[in-house]
């Protein structure tokens, strides 16, 4: 054994580089990393600073114009030009299937009322304490290179410190004389037609055009999902970049507070500089001038020292308060919405973006959201759709970027109280992974440092059959289109509904059959008449 010391001791060769060198941020851990990403800590080397270029393993590259030859002709033994092809063509990540083009920004979420009555979710226990966070938008259904502008719904995805995602649409609260509807919804509530409604929006697999057949057809073909049809052919499909857009959670959560007691709530984010909305003429416009339009109008405000910030706000429901047939609408299908005259909505904070990302891959590209990331406070609701996206949001994200997603510094949950996973090893395993842990739960040396405070507060479904019954409310009912009929009749002005029929019919024009345009038409006359 010492033998082996002293012979490590009298190796020579070139020094380690200095810790205060940048070296790819090698050094850093990803917590470290996303600490001054988000700049929520200052100072560090932020850029390269190495007196040489290397290859991934550290060798000196010699020259960046000529291959290794003989007599002119590349040859095997050149492992740089190998492996920088090799790295190259390995170089993107899997697209992502559903809201593939996009960008985001870091900033904070800071609490502005107390809440701690109500949740005992820790960034919502101090009044004006921030938190760092990521917010991703995006188009939906079409594919990374579409222009920004283009119809679609817009995802907005929001990560604080890594740990609890909140994802959702754009889709808006409109007001008009009193009349309000508090809107984010989907276009299914059963999750067996999520795939369907995504696909229903791509491109058709045998031409590879825009399918508007595919468009209409499902729609025709599903009454609930003509509420978000309503607003993905207003102008409000095609909103004036990220920024001038609200958010919304989509789902029904729980927020559960120390005795256990919870209520049921919806998010709602509402730029503080208002909503704007583009024509389809304008729309088009600028699709063909600037197919990055929205990227470069977040990119660049926060580059000229804007902050560009959002209201946070909640709708409230007790549980004794969640019952269709009392209210009229199902609270927990993702197809409806709460009236706000019943259920107003309550500031708890503001989200302020400030900061640019480094690296669009590393930060953007490769940022994983997920609805069953929920910190001990926030919890899940019986709406099904939240129930399965739980899981399979994160699926998609092990399938597209690996299982230890968590080591991407932009996932890393770099400000919790405790990150000691019993998830272990997986490709590109880089960290303490079992850190000295048994690889089993419960065991003997010390494997019990468990959380029992923080186990889900239980709630009530409907019934314990196991079928496949609908459990839908509205379902068969013409109370499917009472909430669409409002916002066309009541909430939309003039100008938005003669926007919303020419978008409508300029788009079900290039309907090849139909049997498609009828049935599309159909559950648009009975939404109303004059609209079909």
């Known amino acids: 054994m010492e033998t082996m010391r002293n012979m490590a001791s009298s190796v020579t060769g070139e020094p380690r580089a200095p810790r205060m060198s940048h070296m790819m941020s090698a050094n850093e851990g990803p ?94 226990q101090r009044v004006g304490e921030k938190t760092p966070i990521f917010i991703r938008f995006s188009t939906v259904t079409l594919g990374r290179e579409f222009p920004d502008e283009a119809r679609n719904p817009r995802g907005f995805a929001i990560k604080r410190e890594g740990n609890y995602d909140i994802v959702g649409l754009n889709w808006p609260v409109s007001k008009l004389m009193g009349r309000c509807l508090a809107a984010r919804v989907f276009f299914c509530r059963d999750p067996i037609q999520g795939p369907d409604v995504i696909r229903s929006q791509a491109r058709n697999p045998k031409n590879f055009f825009l399918d508007y057949d595919a468009t209409f057809d499902l729609l025709g073909a599903t009454p609930e999902g003509n509420h978000a049809g309503l607003m993905f052919f207003s102008d409000h499909g095609t909103p004036d970049g990220w920024i001038n857009e609200h958010g919304y959670g989509c789902h029904t959560f729980k927020w559960v507070n120390k005795k256990g007691d919870f209520v049921y709530i919806k998010y709602h984010f509402l730029a503080k500089h208002g909503q704007k909305q583009l024509t389809e003429p304008e729309a088009i416009r600028i699709s063909g001038e600037n197919p990055d339009y929205s990227k470069m109008q977040l990119w660049d405000a926060i580059e000229a020292g804007q902050e560009i910030e959002w209201t946070a706000k909640v709708q409230i429901m007790k549980p004794e308060e969640a019952d269709a047939e009392k209210l009229g609408f199902d609270p927990f299908d993702v197809t409806k919405v709460w009236p706000r005259k019943d259920f107003p909505m309550h500031e708890f904070g503001k989200l302020v973006l400030n900061k640019n990302p480094e690296n669009y891959h590393r930060d953007v590209e490769q940022a994983a959201f997920s609805p069953g990331s929920m910190v001990p406070g926030v919890e899940d609701s019986p709406d099904p759709l939240l129930q399965f996206r739980m899981f399979f949001y994160r699926d998609a994200q092990y399938h597209r970027i690996g299982v230890n997603l968590h080591q991407i510094p932009v996932n890393c949950p770099f400000m919790s109280g405790s990150l000691s996973s019993l998830n272990f090893d997986g490709q590109m395993r880089v960290d303490g992974n079992h850190s000295g842990n048994k690889q089993y739960a419960p065991n003997s040396f010390g494997g019990d440092r468990f ?43 003039e100008q938005a509904r003669k926007n919303l029929h020419h978008n409508t019919a300029k788009m079900l024009s290039r309907v090849n059959y139909k049997i498609i345009q009828v049935q599309y038409l159909s559950q648009i006359y009975n939404i109303a008449p004059e609209y079909g």
């Open 31 to 124: 917590m470290d990393i996303i600490s001054k990403v988000s700049g929520h800590s200052k100072g560090g080397i932020r850029e390269d600073d190495g007196p040489y270029y290397t290859s991934n393993e550290g060798i000196p590259l010699p020259d960046p114009n000529h291959s290794k030859t003989i007599g002119g002709i590349p040859i095997a033994s050149d492992v740089h030009l190998f492996q920088k092809q090799q790295h190259f063509n390995r170089s993107k990540v899997l697209e992502r299937m559903v809201h593939p083009c996009g960008s985001g920004a870091f900033g904070y979420f800071q609490s502005t009322t107390d809440v701690s009555d109500m949740t005992k979710a820790d960034f919502l």
């Open 451 to 493: 959380r029992p405070d923080t186990a889900e507060a239980p709630y009530k479904v409907s019934d314990n059959v196991v079928s496949r019954k609908s459990h839908y409310y509205h379902e068969g009912k013409l109370s499917e289109y009472d909430q669409p009929r409002e916002l066309y009749k009541n909430v939309m002005t």
